[in-house]
């Protein structure tokens, strides 16, 4: 069974030889600071360890060119909505054309990245856009979902462009969104403003046979989740969250087969014990195998603080608890 079809069954619970088991996001310092605590320089991690490569799309969905100074009211809006063009070739991925041919011929999972959230919609890349994207919510909420239904219309051609040229395994809205305490935005405005405008995305998406749509979430967006299932996301990958707040445990006990799990492994405790990490897994990930749809991972990149001693003893027991053959 390869990568693609063991993703595919996965997420419609349908029997698989083992789950996914995809790499933690390792940055290249990680990989340095490992090689002086025993990874060998003529090693590589995907030699070393059980991964199944998969392959995120991410087409350009920022204004093109950039915009120096957002808008804050509708009189800014048309210069906004000029620099929203879905046939701009820079949209795509570089050398578009060759990877389409081989993207036809994968044996991996593909997934579509096709929004960025609120937040990074509305421009928010330091504190001084923070408050204007959180003030116009109460203060001009009918000019945040004129932006937003502007921005969802230009997400669906654009994703027609490439779902007319190419099939995905999955698509994927990002959606930092959350601190430590909760959202940001309380559930009844990101319900009626948010939410709604994404749902004409997904009826696109439904219209093009995409079963899979994941809603991939950071820290803590728990109360969220209600409304979210509701508007058709059917799977969960949440980030960097504490593991009590985004409990997967508890989440599969409330929606069930409704939601898919990606992740899900405390990456805190990655940090500590080879104890401490042999309990996060094991009260999680042989419970959810048993019902399937669920990929075990580290909820957060593995970062400098995780020694490479931690590292193998994680990834050994987890591909021993997904699969007796590899212990």
Not at 17 to 31: H, T
Not at 95 to 121: M, S
Not at 156 to 172: F, G, H, N
Request: charged share 25%; hydrophobic share 40%; glycine share 6%.
């Amino acid at each position: 069974m390869n990568g693609q079809e063991r993703f595919i069954k996965t997420m419609n619970y349908q029997p698989v030889d083992r789950p996914p088991l995809f790499e933690d996001g390792i940055r290249q310092q990680v990989i340095r600071d490992w090689r002086q605590q025993g990874l060998s320089r003529k090693d590589k991690l995907e030699q070393l360890f059980l991964f199944d490569p998969h392959e995120e799309i991410e087409p350009n969905l920022e204004p093109i060119p950039s915009l120096s100074r957002w808008p804050t009211q509708i009189s800014g809006m048309q210069k906004f909505a000029a620099r929203l063009n879905p046939d701009d070739p820079r949209r795509l991925p570089e050398a578009w054309e060759e990877k389409l041919d081989q993207w036809r011929n994968r044996d991996y999972p593909l997934i579509l990245r096709v929004h960025r959230g609120y937040f990074l919609t509305m421009g928010v890349h330091g504190w001084y856009r923070f408050t204007d994207a959180i003030r116009l919510l109460v203060d001009d909420p009918a000019f945040v979902k004129m932006w937003l239904n502007m921005q969802a219309e230009f997400c669906c051609a654009l994703i027609e462009k490439i779902l007319s040229q190419l099939q995905v395994d999955a698509v994927l809205f990002s959606e930092p969104i959350g601190g430590n305490h909760g959202p940001l935005i309380s559930p009844t405005m990101y319900s009626s403003i948010i939410l709604n405008s994404y749902r004409p995305i997904l009826k696109l998406l439904h219209s093009y046979g995409v079963t899979t749509i994941i809603y991939r979430t950071y820290a803590n967006t728990r109360i969220l989740l209600p409304a979210v299932v509701e508007a058709g996301f059917n799977c969960l990958w949440a980030c960097e969250s504490q593991a009590e707040a985004m409990d997967y445990r508890q989440i599969r006990h409330e929606f069930g087969r409704d939601l898919r799990l990606i992740g899900g492994i405390d990456a805190d405790a990655l940090r500590m014990s080879p104890q401490d990490i042999h309990q996060s897994v094991m009260e999680l990930v042989p419970g959810l195998l048993t019902n399937g749809g669920f990929i075990p991972l580290a909820d957060g990149r593995v970062r400098e603080d995780v020694s490479f001693e931690n590292y193998v003893y994680y990834r050994k027991l987890l591909e021993k608890v997904t699969h007796p053959m590899y212990s």
